[in-house]
């Protein structure tokens, strides 16, 4: 079947029939390791490494002993490493607020178009096809799920699911492919199975580096059983910090922790065994195996092929997520022969010692030249049109748990160095830890810090009005986030206005913000679901309905359409009917207190009492400041007869909201019907 499929993708229009026969092409193996530092690998000298695939491949092929990544986040990492271009010439500058847009050429295009059949199987949320990496797959694997049982975001497949994935699909499927495998593993959290985790007592990180090796070697055994004499690359898309220059993870920073990268090649052509010290980039993986499959390296690619010599090279990184997060300067970096100049809110030169950049800056150095080619090389860039990503409330949630925050692509450049507040990062982490777990003094204390030392910043100012919200004082918290929009005008804070005047059922509010939102990012589900949800609060069904059926022909199976799908249905009277849609949206969602709150309602007219005020109960627990599921509970509650829950349920309301008409007419109606039954 799957082979079937196969034969037709190798027929589609992209093949080019001038083209040499493609038999006679080498197939090509492509490995990014997320987050893997190349001082952590045995081939590059760490001794309690247990890295026999890399071993094997370092013995077959030849090592990079200095390769760099052009930045040490994953979206525009893997930007680079399938176009040969720096960020600023392909566009992608940070996680989240970028997609590589449909007008890069990508290496899959390339093999695709030159007849070769094109497999992805990726680990995790960043590199799922909706940042635009599925440009040139014939098969694009990224399947993630979030199960009820989780308790936040962890969207992430484990090597060896990715490598059965790779293995099953492309069993039979004759050369040549073109196939890219990511692996997630060694990205936070580090939790290596067994048997790498005993075997790395106290050293989770190698673990995780190891068992992805052990799955790289399962790969590697079947890919040269059928594929033999193929051009394999493995790399990462960027290191980790683990404390160097002050930085833990990755993303803020611009040192050898997480910008120095193993590369890895063998093929035909490549000689074996091999040391090369020479520095080279992210941006030479294109150009090197188009020429490895003898393919022309296409116009507009800034690396150069790794086969044959290599000359002396100024080697570009940046990091900006500082500036977009946080305000501050934005690093840039030129890494060559001889080490690395690092501009921010300062400059600063680095030295080597052997491959490795010091981390510490020599600032006797002169280096106005690297100065001077920093300035030049920024100048000449000329980026696509930007292609803006609005974050709904899930995609923002889904990367904040992997640690990357929801910024400001718009926000201007700051004086303040990162070097100098790395420390302030785990406190942003902190905050966001503090929200979810709903302890909101731990919140407040992180947060008082920040805003001691990075006070009026953006990413700042969001985490205050999160914080606001989490306190359930709404009303500061709107302010707070309108302010923001004020200053920065997008998709993603206009839909949170939105979903913030929801829950307080303000609907005509609500209506507008979503009316907005869908300005900035005219496809976004989630502006859409809200626009009819609104047109349904305000008793506007035939509105509703219209524009359901709108929404609904763009995205069939979208989970919060099939919410408001659900909520129509309901509202003309086909209960069992709705009781399916509502149950379906939430095994889609399930930790939304909006499908919670839906599926009560659709048992609670299907006479289903119980199970309705347990689901609304949930919807409440994740939630506690819905003041809508707050009143239609206690109104369930006085319906059965269940006075004294009604009365306790209503209570911070009333302390919250003692002017609320709604809350004062229910809290009196609790009081009346305890009273009543208590004498009787
Ligand atoms: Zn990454």
């Known amino acids: 079947m799957i082979a079937a499929l196969w034969g037709l993708l190798a027929c589609s229009p992209g093949s080019a029939p001038t083209a040499p026969t493609p038999r006679a092409r080498p197939s090509v193996l492509l490995i990014t390791l997320d987050t893997t530092r190349a001082d952590r690998l045995g081939p590059y000298g760490h001794p309690l490494a247990e890295t026999p695939a890399y071993d094997a491949l370092a013995a077959a092929g030849t ?29 992608v500058r940070d996680n989240g607020d970028f997609v590589l847009g449909p007008e890069a050429v990508t290496l899959a295009e390339r093999f695709r178009d030159a007849g070769y059949r094109t497999a992805a199987f990726t680990a995790a949320f960043p590199t799922q096809s909706r940042w635009g990496f599925d440009q040139g797959f014939d098969t694009y694997h990224d399947p993630l799920e ?24 492309l069993a039979g499927v004759e050369g ?16 290596p199975p067994e048997p790498f985790k005993s075997r790395h007592a106290g050293r989770p990180y190698d673990g995780e580096i190891a068992f992805a090796a052990d799955q790289v070697g399962r790969l ?16 990462a898309d960027h290191g980790e910090g683990l404390g160097d220059g002050g930085e833990q993870t990755h993303g803020f920073l611009l040192h050898d922790g997480t910008l120095r990268i193993p590369m890895l090649l063998r093929g035909p052509g490549v000689p074996a065994g091999q040391r090369i010290p020479a520095p080279v980039s992210q941006v030479d993986v294109a150009p090197t195996l188009l020429e490895l499959a003898g393919l022309a390296v296409h116009e507009g690619v800034e690396g150069q092929s790794l086969v044959g ?18 305000g501050l300067a934005p690093l840039h970096a030129l890494t060559g022969d001889v080490g690395r100049y690092t501009r921010g809110g300062w400059g600063g030169w680095y030295g080597l010692d052997g491959p490795r950049v010091l981390t510490a800056p020599d600032l ?23 292609v803006p990503n609005a974050l709904d409330a899930d995609t923002l949630a889904r990367l904040q748990a992997l640690g990357y925050v929801g910024g400001d692509p ?37 947060l008082v810090k920040l805003e001691t030392r990075l006070a009026g910043t953006f990413g700042v100012d969001l985490l205050r009005a999160q914080q606001l919200r989490a306190l359930g004082r709404r009303g500061d918290a709107v302010e707070a986030l309108a302010q923001l929009y004020l200053r920065s005008p997008g998709g993603t804070l206009a839909l949170q206005l939105g979903d913030l005047y929801a829950t307080a059922g303000s609907w005509a509010e609500a209506r507008d913000w979503y009316i907005e939102a869908l300005e900035h990012n005219p496809m976004s589900p989630e502006a859409m679901a809200g626009q009819v949800r609104a047109a349904l609060a305000l008793g506007e069904l035939i509105e509703a309905e219209a524009l359901a059926e709108r929404f609904l022909a763009v995205y069939p199976d979208h989970a919060e359409l099939a919410l408001v799908r659900a909520e129509l249905i309901l509202s003309a009277g086909r209960t069992d009917e709705a009781l399916e849609e509502a149950a379906y949206a939430l095994r889609r969602m399930p930790r939304s207190p909006h499908a919670l709150a839906v599926h009560a309602r659709t048992l609670w007219a299907a006479g289903q009492a119980d199970p309705a005020l347990a689901r609304l109960g949930e919807a409440l627990r994740l939630d506690p400041t819905a003041l809508d599921h707050r009143l239609l509970r206690v109104e369930w509650l006085l319906e059965v007869g269940r006075n004294a829950e009604a009365s306790r349920a209503i209570a911070p309301a009333a302390r919250l909201l003692p002017e609320d008409a709604a809350v004062r007419a229910l809290s009196r109606r609790a009081e009346e019907a305890l009273a009543e039954e208590l004498g009787r």
């Open 63 to 91: 090592l990079f002993a200095r390769a760099y990544s052009v930045c040490p986040l994953t979206i525009p990492a893997h930007s680079s490493l399938f176009t040969g271009r720096y960020p600023p010439s392909h566009g």
């Open 146 to 169: 979030r199960l009820p049982t989780q308790l936040d975001w962890r969207d992430e497949r484990p090597a060896d699911a990715v490598v059965d994935d790779a293995l099953e699909t």
């Open 176 to 191: 040549p492919v073109f196939a890219w495998v990511h692996l997630f593993d060694a990205h936070w959290p580090y939790e």
């Open 220 to 235: 590697m055994a079947a890919w040269d059983a059928a594929y033999p004499d193929s051009v394999v690359l493995v790399t």
């Open 309 to 326: 010599k290599l000359g002396s090279r100024q080697l570009y990184s940046e990091a900006l997520t500082g500036q977009f997060n946080l």
């Open 364 to 386: 006797s150095r002169d280096a106005s030249a690297e100065d001077a080619a920093l300035t030049a090389l920024l100048a000449a860039a000329q980026p696509p049109d930007a």
């Open 410 to 446: 718009l926000a201007e450049a700051g004086e303040v160095d990162p070097r100098d507040v790395i420390d302030l990062v785990p406190l942003t982490w902190r905050v966001r830890q503090a929200l979810g777990r709903g302890q909101l003094d731990v919140a407040e204390q992180a």
